[in-house]
């Protein structure tokens, strides 16, 4: 079966410092890994996604994320964090297996100190 | 393009009364998920319909159920609510026409259901 494993549930970082949100998954065949983010009260927007192909993916907004097969992980990146970045992100994965049914992990909050 | 729309917004119903949401895709996708939000459970698959049909289904009960219309709109339906379907439910719509799962999903902004 599916799962994703997000195992922080709050980060705080400061403005300008690098961020990594962890993300680990479990697909009976190769996945199709993304990453969304939601602000308060609204929907999901996409950051990412990788199907297939170059492992170190570029997203939206200054964000990356890097496929590593053998950890079963799907990390999401940006060098340098701004305010407006607070918001809860999500890592989702899906696949051949299950169409397009999404499992999501329980989010990380990142919070931004200026 | 617009995007995903959901109405309503916001809806407070009372336990044991049934309730209908709306989605409409984005022009010319025919697939169309639905995801419970929770603050317990976090986001949850309840189906996707694809051409009229439902194509995949979650683990919910049968008081959820959905359907599809020719122009890919959408409704879910949830009869005799209870307190726990107090949550926020998503809506997504991708052009994925095989349903192999390699294509984005654009969600909507949802609708937040109240049960008192």
């Known amino acids: 079966a599916q799962s994703v494993t997000q195992p922080d549930i709050h980060i705080t970082v400061s403005e300008g410092a690098s961020l990594e949100l962890r993300c680990n998954y479990s697909y009976g065949a190769t996945p199709y890994l993304f990453w969304y983010v939601q602000s308060p009260g609204q929907g999901l927007q996409l950051l990412l996604k990788?199907?297939?192909?170059?492992?170190l993916v570029q997203g939206i907004k200054g964000f990356e994320a890097e496929f590593k097969r053998s950890q079963s992980s799907f990390n999401l990146r940006k060098p340098s964090v701004h305010w407006s970045d607070a918001a809860e992100y999500f890592c989702?994965?899906?696949?051949?297996?299950?169409?397009?049914?999404?499992?999501f992990g329980a989010g990380t909050i990142l919070r931004v100190k200026s | 393009k617009a995007g995903v729309t959901q109405t309503p917004r916001y809806l407070i119903k009372t336990r044991g009364q049934q309730v209908t949401l709306s989605c409409s895709p984005i022009s010319g996708h025919r697939s169309v998920s639905w995801y419970q939000q929770t603050p317990g459970q976090g986001l949850q698959f309840l189906f996707e319909y694809f051409s009229e049909t439902q194509r995949n289904k979650g683990n919910f009960p049968g008081r959820f159920s959905g359907r599809q219309f020719s122009n890919s709109r959408s409704e879910m339906n949830v009869s005799t609510l209870e307190l726990g379907d107090s949550a926020l439910y998503l809506c997504?719509?991708?052009?994925?026409?095989?349903?192999?799962?390699?294509?984005?999903?654009?969600f909507g902004q949802g609708t937040r259901l109240t049960v008192v």
């Open positions: 989702a994965v899906g696949g051949p297996l299950y169409g397009n049914k999404l499992v």
């Open positions: 997504a719509s991708s052009w994925d026409e095989r349903g192999g799962g390699n294509t984005e999903a654009f």
């Open positions: 990788y199907f297939s192909g170059d492992t």
